[in-house]
């Protein structure tokens, strides 16, 4: 039976695999924060990794506060860029496998068409540099790793823009939503799905792009969860970029092309308005069994 090490298990996509290990059960699990284990720590990653006889790790951890990384770089550098170069050299001493998470914010966000994972980086924010320069070190040091880049993800769990609106569309008569930055919103239980799809099915080492499918705005995408929410009384209006100022730079299309994990796993992705949909769903319920 085979060891699997989650970093950053209290994060959004932590927290939904952790959800979904209880319906894969043909594994040994070992879930971790900063308090179980410092990934920016390599001889903390190393013993663990031998102490467990790890044989896969999903790293989901991550500094992902994108404006906050402009004024702290050397974190953002340290759990970004340093600390999957560390899980990858732990992983391939044991001939494991690494699943890292990425980003769309590899990307300068220029394109016009999807972006697949041929297409040639160029971040422009300390958030996108760091997690691009972690790519590079994962794939260095372990050649059995696989990049999984996402876009805009939301849950259940944590902070998130799914949860923003629903609260601000509940507290105000009006909002102003960015609607010139576009990709596609992703439910972070799909992509835990999708990433224990590679795991059951075997882990092809590469690059991929993961999101759900479809196109949208963050102002296409703030006016669906407040319909999906049945949130009627407060009125959004699209906003320009430069009408929301924020200090790292934000791609202006980041939409993923998810060809290639489609074709390589056989799997059929969901479109983004049925999984807000799902998820919407399920925080209704969570509120019902709260109150």
């Excluded at 960015?178 to 799909?190: H, K, L, V």
């Amino acid at each position: 039976m085979k060891n699997i090490l989650i970093t950053g298990v209290k994060g959004q996509l932590g927290c939904e695999m952790r959800l979904l290990a209880e319906e894969n059960e043909g594994y040994n699990y070992f879930f971790t924060d900063i308090n179980e284990l410092n990934i920016c720590d390599e001889q903390a990653v190393k013993d663990y990794v031998i102490r467990n006889q790890i044989d896969i790790i999903v790293n989901c951890a991550a500094y992902t506060a994108v404006d906050k990384a402009e004024d702290d770089p050397k974190l953002c550098n340290e759990l970004n860029h340093n600390a999957p170069g560390y899980l990858a050299k732990a992983i391939a001493n044991r001939k494991g496998y690494l699943i890292q998470i990425s980003t769309d914010y590899v990307f300068d966000g220029t394109s016009h068409i999807p972006y697949n994972e041929e297409h040639t980086p160029c971040p422009n924010s300390v958030y996108g540099i760091t997690k691009l320069a972690g790519e590079k070190e994962a794939m260095r040091y372990c050649k059995n790793t696989m990049i999984i880049r996402t876009a805009w993800l939301y849950s259940v769990f944590g902070n998130n823009f799914v949860k923003t609106m629903i609260r601000l569309g509940e507290e105000r008569d009006q909002l102003g939503v960015i609607f010139d930055q576009i990709g596609t919103p992703t439910y972070a239980r799909d992509l835990a799905v999708a990433i224990f799809t590679a795991i059951n099915k075997g882990i092809v080492p590469g690059i991929y792009h993961f999101s759900n499918e479809g196109v949208c705005s963050w102002y296409d995408f703030a006016k669906e969860i407040h319909y999906c929410a049945g949130i009627t009384d407060c009125h959004v209006s699209p906003l320009h970029t430069e009408d929301y100022p924020t200090k790292a730079s934000r791609p202006h299309y980041s939409v993923l092309d998810k060809t290639k994990f489609k074709q390589i796993y056989g799997v059929e992705i969901p479109y983004w308005k049925d999984s807000l949909l799902e998820c919407i769903a399920f925080l209704r319920k969570l509120h019902e069994n709260e109150g």
